[in-house]
């Protein structure tokens, strides 16, 4: 069974700062790894999905690597804004099931 | 873009109360997800489905069931409301191909009194 975990729980960083989220995944067959947002009361968006046949992504101030080797990702954000305040939720997906980890809650405070 | 809904978006029930949330695609895919949330909470696969009339339960025990007899629709029912059950429910889909991108829909707010 895929566990996912999340570290830290929660973050507070002051605007313009970079900054590193991390996920780790106990199930190296995982086929791909996605990062979500999540603002407070609403659904998820996802921001980037990475194929296991990767090592990473690039979208804007985000970039997200993947080492299936040692179980890990993570989601660097660059130039941080207090737009960017939200709650990051890391996904693994093995064979047809999603499993979530339990977010890292970002606050950027200006 | 995705096109994926869920309604109602807000529901306050009494206990004992039947209720159906239902979620609706028009991208045609075959896998769907629904979660289930506490505020501030990670989410919790409470079923899901690879296509019509195949269902499955997911990680975390719930009371409630789903149907999957058209590939657009995948309501979830529960039979009979209690106060456990106030949270919020999430759908999802999944394409299938290169990355099998996952869309979720905005999600159902749930108050049992």
């Known amino acids: 069974k895929q566990e996912v975990t999340q570290i830290p729980a929660a973050l507070s960083v002051p605007e313009g700062e970079n900054l590193v989220l991390n996920c780790s995944f106990t199930?190296?067959?995982?086929?791909?790894l996605q990062w979500f947002r999540q603002d407070p009361g609403k659904g998820l968006t996802s921001l980037l999905l990475i194929q296991s046949s990767q090592r990473e992504q690039t979208s804007g101030r985000l970039n997200a690597s993947l080492d299936k080797s040692s179980g890990r990702s993570t989601l660097y954000i660059a130039a941080s804004q207090p737009g960017d305040s939200a709650t990051y939720l890391c996904e693994g997906t093995s064979g047809s099931r999603l499993t979530f980890g339990e977010g890292t809650q970002l606050t950027v405070n200006p | 873009e995705a096109d994926i809904y869920q309604t109602p978006r807000y529901l306050v029930i009494g206990t004992g109360k039947k209720i159906t949330l239902e979620c609706s695609q028009t991208?045609?895919?075959?896998?769907m997800y629904w979660y289930q949330q506490d505020p501030g909470m990670e989410l919790h696969l409470i079923h899901y489905s690879y296509g019509v009339n195949s269902t499955e339960k997911g990680d975390l025990s719930s009371e409630s069931t789903v149907s999957r007899i058209r590939t657009e629709h995948f309501p979830l029912t529960l039979e009979s409301a209690r106060p456990s059950h106030t949270s919020q429910y999430l759908c999802a889909t999944q394409s299938t191909g290169p990355g099998e991108t996952q869309y979720f829909g905005p999600g159902t707010r749930l108050l049992v009194l």
């Open positions: 991208m045609g895919h075959d896998k």
């Open positions: 199930d190296s067959a995982i086929y791909n």
